[in-house]
């Protein structure tokens, strides 16, 4: 097993290799920056954990704060990773398949890799062992039973991922899978909002059971063994592991192509929707009529921007409702007047990965069209633009449709604001997108509704760029609250935009440059294939 897995590994440190040489070096340090300040957060808790845990006298005030605190441990390993669209580092199986690696060796290879969706827990986890094994008053065995924890999650997590993998390759599963993890991640808000915040303390405030994974871990760490916590902590192991030994057996057998290729009514929905296509071509002259036309039929088609399209208009609406509106329905506050302006602005955060910041990830090695065919690099990239802004309209449309069909206080005035705001922030993350597009460009595999880690540089935009980017419409929400009227507000919008048309122009110049200069590295970080392990 050792051989196979150290192969395993080798292939996929060639496979790394072979790119980061052509890679750019200013991205690998801004990753490891990002790093750095991201994982030092969760050293700190990490520190603390092994702080309290090493004092005797704390014992006593941890047996009711660590069940809950190892129930949030159990959550964000399992739930985090969902919420956020990524399965962080897996096994390719299709590349494995056809070397005599037995399923058992395969399988623990994938549990192992579980551990990329669960760093931070990982991490406050060795640090409470370091506590307790420190702590005087705190037997040896002890440590063991959070040991035996983190295997549960392991498990548990084996078995989510090829679950998800599996049911969003279904065309007709996907949206309602979609749904329910909306659902799922907006239950705390919808929680609050239907006033059932007195429920849940009293959950949370009652003795936990005996019964649950976190409650027996709980116990057996603090010294307090028991044949009861232990059958308990070992029986959800167990299930666990038949459950992600299940999972991944039966994604072993599973044919994504044949899978997606289900239904037999794909030619009538693309011809009922043909026309809708083909709005771009009657409207600007080919070639950029039919690149913007080739852009829409590709993103409506790809599972990565359908699951975040669909969010857009459905998380963030649920997410934002409680906050702009409370139990007692519309008040007069900043998130309440302009609670469709935020939510538009949501959307755009989660539509930036794929509409701005690496608009040829989806082209991959196909990238390589644009610099034989001939058509300009100025016309592709306003192509790909106007592709955006028609994907952010439907955006807006759709947010605006479903507020009108919950009755939540919607206006022209409102919707008209909407558009405005969202038109100034857009010119402005096409203009620093269009940059990154060429100096930052990642493969990016559109079958694959969940994403796998982001890139530092592309942390970074979203830690830097997007905030920067929201400050001219900030000014203009500042110009309405000091001089009281709505001229002010677009009046400080309408320099902004002539501000980010300046800066949309000149951003798309030195990009047609950067494209001329950084030919063969683009296409060769882009023509980058994955290793055997997926990360």
């Known amino acids: 097993m ?13 496979s790394f290799r072979n790119y980061f040489p052509r890679s750019n070096k200013g991205s690998a340090f801004f990753s490891s920056v990002l790093a750095a300040g991201w994982y030092a957060i969760f050293v700190y808790l990490a520190s603390l954990a092994a ?15 660590l069940p809950g605190a190892l129930l949030l441990c159990l959550l964000y390993w399992q739930l985090v990773p969902v919420l956020m669209a990524s399965l962080g580092s897996s ?3 299709k590349k494995l398949l056809v070397y005599p690696v037995p399923a058992g060796q395969l399988f623990g290879l994938e549990v192992v890799l579980r551990i990329s969706t669960g760093i931070e827990m990982c991490l406050v986890i060795a640090g409470a062992i370091v506590g307790l094994l420190i702590n005087p008053k705190v037997p040896l065995w002890a440590p063991v039973s959070l040991a035996i924890f983190v295997a549960f999650n392991l498990f548990v997590s084996a078995g989510v991922r090829d679950l998800l993998v599996r049911l969003l390759a279904r065309r007709r599963v ?15 808000q919808l929680l609050l909002f239907s006033g059932s915040e007195g429920r849940v303390r009293r959950f949370f405030a009652a003795e936990p059971s005996a019964w649950w994974p976190w409650t027996a871990t709980a116990q057996l760490t603090l010294g307090k063994f028991s044949i009861a916590a232990a059958s308990t902590l070992l029986a959800w192991t167990a299930a666990g592991y038949f459950f992600g030994r299940w999972q991944f057996d039966r994604g072993l057998r599973f044919d994504s192509a044949a899978a997606a290729a289900q239904g037999s009514s794909a030619r009538q929905r693309a011809s009922r929707l043909d026309w809708f296509f083909r709005i771009p071509t009657l409207l600007f002259p080919d070639p950029l009529g039919a690149l913007i036309e080739k852009e829409l ?34 008040r007069h506050s900043l998130l309440g007047d302009n609670y469709l302006t935020f939510v538009a602005v949501y959307a755009l955060l989660l539509l930036s990965d794929a509409l701005f910041w690496n608009c040829f990830g989806f082209d991959r090695a196909a990238v390589q069209i644009y610099f034989s065919a001939p058509v300009s690099m100025t016309t592709v990239l306003f192509g790909k633009n106007l592709a955006a802004g028609f994907v952010v309209i439907l955006e807006i449309l759709a947010i605006s449709l479903v507020c009108a069909v919950l009755r939540l206080p919607l206006g022209a005035a409102q919707i008209a604001e909407t558009f405005a705001v969202a038109g100034v922030l857009s010119l402005f993350l096409l203009a620093i997108g269009n940059l990154s597009s060429l100096y930052n460009p990642r493969p990016v595999n559109p079958a694959k509704s969940f994403r796998t880690a982001t890139s530092g540089r592309t942390q970074a935009l979203l830690m830097l760029a997007f905030p920067i980017s929201l400050i001219p419409v900030a000014m203009a929400y500042l ?22 048309v300046l800066l949309y122009r000149f951003a798309t110049e030195s990009a047609v440059k950067a ?21």
């Not at 050792?2 to 060639?14: F, H, S, V, Y």
């Not at 110009?479 to 980010?500: D, I, K, N, Q, S």
């Open 479 to 500: 110009a309405r609250y000091a001089f009281h009227t709505e001229l002010a507000f677009f009046a400080v919008l309408l320099v902004a935009a002539m501000l980010g």
């Open 51 to 65: 702080y309290l845990l090493a004092r005797p006298e704390e014992l006593e005030s941890l047996r009711k704060i």
């Open 2 to 14: 050792l051989n196979q897995i150290r192969a395993i590994l080798w292939a996929q440190w060639r």
């Open 91 to 93: 096994l390719e199986i």
């Open 297 to 330: 039929r590709f993103l409506s088609r790809a599972p990565r921007f359908r699951l975040v399209f669909v969010m857009g208009f459905s998380f963030g609406l649920l997410i934002w409702a409680p906050m702009a509106f409370g139990r007692a329905g519309f």
């Open 515 to 535: 494209a001329g200069e950084r030919k063969e590295q683009l296409i060769a970080a882009l023509g980058v294939g994955e290793g055997p392990i997926e990360s």
């Open 174 to 188: 996907r949206e309602i899978v979609v749904f329910l993890l909306v659902l799922i991640a907006a239950l705390p």
